[in-house]
Each structure stands twice: as C-alpha cells, then as structure tokens.
C-alpha cells in the first residue's frame, strides 16, 4: 500500500483531507446530539435533532446528478467550508446572545445536508485519482486512517467532557479539524470540471431527470442490484438491533452506558475490516467474499448473544470479529460502486444507494423500537439481526450476478 502513498501525490492530499473531514463529521455527529441533551434537557428535541441528521439521507438522491455534473474537488472545498463556518458560528453566537434550539436543529440539518453532497462527490472523486487496481487499497487505507483519528480525538474529547469540559470545547476542536481539512482540500486536483456549455445543457430540469433515471437503469440492470438489496435489509436490520442496543447492555453489562464501549468497539472493527479487506481482496472472487462475509458475521452475531453473558472480555472480541465482517463487506461494495459504473454516474449511484439506506435506517428504527417492546428478551432482536445476515448471505449465492463476479481486480 505504501507505493500508493509515494508515487501519488494527489491521493496523499486526498487521504489526509477525507481523515480529517470524516473526523469532523463524526464529532459533530457524535456529540451534536449531547449538546441538545445538555443545554435544553428535552426529549423531543432530541429526537428533531436526529431527524435533521436523517431525513438528508432519505433526500440524497436528488444530489446525485449534481455531484456527477459539477467539479467534486470544488464541492468537496464549499462541502467542507461551510461546515466549519457553521460550527465557528456555533462557538461564536453564544458570546454575542443566547440562540434557542433551533438554531442548533436548523446548524445540524445544513451541515447533514453538506455531508450527503460530500460524500458522493469525494466517493466519485476517488477513481479519477487512482487506477482501478488500486482502488481496494486506497479505500481499505482511506478507512483506517478515517477511523483510526476519529477514535482517538473521539476518546479524548469523552475523557475531557468527562471532567466538566463544556460543549465550547467540542466545538472549538470540531471546527479546527474542519479548518485544517479545508486547507489541505486546496492541494486537491482531478475532479475534472465541466465546460459552461455542458453546465448550461445539464441545468434543465429534463437532463436532471434523464441522469437520475440512467442512475436507477445502472442499478436495476447490473450486479448491483443484488447488492444494493442485500445492504439496505443489512442495514435495516442493523438499525433495528442498534436501537436496542443501550437496552441490550444494560441487561447484560449493568449499565446502559456501556454501548459506548460497543459502539466504540463497532469503529475498531472497521480497522480490522480494513486488514481483512487487504488480506482476501487478492485471493477471492468477490462472490465468495460477499456470501461468506454475510453468513460469517450473522453466525458471528448469534455467538455474540450467547456469550456475553458468561465471558464479557472474550464477547468483545466477537463483537469486534462481527463489525469487521460487516467492514469488509463495505469497503468491496463502495469500491465495486466505484469500478461498475461509468465515472460520470458515481455520484449519482453513490447517492442513490445513501437514500435507500437512510429509508433502511429509519424503517428500522421504528421496528426495532416496535420489537424492542414486542420480545420479552431483548436478545432476540439481536439473533433475528445474526439469522437475517445468514438468509441474505445465502440467497446472494442464488444471483448469477453475484456468483459471475471475478476477484476485485479484475472488475
């Protein structure tokens, strides 16, 4: 992997600006829901905050054309700019007069709004960068380094909030990561603008539907179909069983705070995804991977739960096991995104697939709080969330789509 980092440049720049915007993002993800909590104490504040961070999701389809008509490396420096503006405002208002809530819900749904537009834009920008024979390997470091910073800033700041720090803190060191991410986004190069001709074409309302609808056919007609399906019901079952989860450690670790330690756990697996990734991406056909990734994390999942009441250290490093499954699973599934498609539809198809997933997330949501009340044991939303990844590991073998698929690098 180092050879990437030596001879390319520009992916440098790239890896160094996608760790710290994707750390600024996931602070103020993180902890954006604490600061409602703490400085207004209502419940249905709390849970309009979480909508504001959702519904751009179940909307990012509409980005999509954009992204793919417009320079990703211009997009991703206005993304990243007025996401720090908006948190410097966040630490500035305060000492001029005292906002009321909604200038936090209105701050969170901008900044979601922006994250959406970057995301796709920085998932089509990464092909134009590195070969296609490098693509595992630029998103396998991409990851790591995404999840390696954010872990480490992530426990400081707790540790500090911890001791009587307020959210100026978590606001001065969020909009620094996005002020420095901002300035190494000025090094950024390939985005591979559009003439004025081709923008003033692409603006009418009819060309906007024509991409989104070429988008769906790719989808539709191709592999990803398949895939696309198997990680929406993932994440719809995922989502089920994370709403239980501060439940869930209540029952069996005491204290309902201890899904912070899973869910801490959950980002170290994307490491371990990571080194997965680069073990077996040379080795597998990527339908092997795919279908053993699934059932191994469902099995995984289901030892989990049967575990953890008896052996609590030997439960995390199953768990730990389990997100690194799933990891593996997205790094092949966001880089196929990257290699299927023509690189005029990236964006679009990355956009497409967050929408499904946001659908996913919040249908899950509301039956895993409906099934969290239904089971009189909370594990059994968690062994129904391990079964469900075997069934969709098992019917990806009956896709001839999915079982055509040759090893990453030959896609």
Known sequence: MSYILKENRNFRNFLLFTSFWGIGRGIFAIFMMWVVHVLHHNPIYTGIAGFMFAAPLVASFIAGPFVDRWCKVRLLRVVCLVQFCIVALMLAVPYIYQPGVWFLLVSIMVFSVMGVVGSAAATALLPRIVGDDDLVKANVMTQFAG????????????????????????????????FVGFMISLGLGGGMAQNAIQRAHNTALGAYL???????????HGVLLPLVMAVVFTGLFANMAHVNLPMFAEVHIGTASGYIVLSALAAVG????????????????????????????????????????????????????????VGTVNIFFHTLIQKLPPKDAIGRISALNTSLLGVAAAIGALVGGLAGNLFSCVDTVFILQGATYIVIGLCLCLSRRVRALPKIGDV
């Not at 024509?210 to 539709?220: Q, S, T």
């Open 147 to 178: 999840t390696v910073g954010g872990l480490a800033i992530g426990v400081v700041l707790y540790v500090l909030m911890a001791r009587g720090a307020g959210v100026e803190l978590v606001y001065g060191v969020n909009a620094a990561v996005l």
């Open 210 to 220: 024509d991409e989104l609808k070429a988008g769906l056919l790719i989808i539709r």
């Open 270 to 325: 994307g490491v371990i995804g990571s080194y997965i990734g680069a073990i077996v991406g040379p080795k597998l056909e990527l339908s092997k991977i795919f279908v053993l990734c699934f059932v191994a994390a469902g099995a995984v999942r289901i030892l989990f739960v049967y575990v953890i009441p008896d052996n609590f250290i030997r439960a995390l490093l199953i768990f730990a096991l389990y997100a690194g499954l």
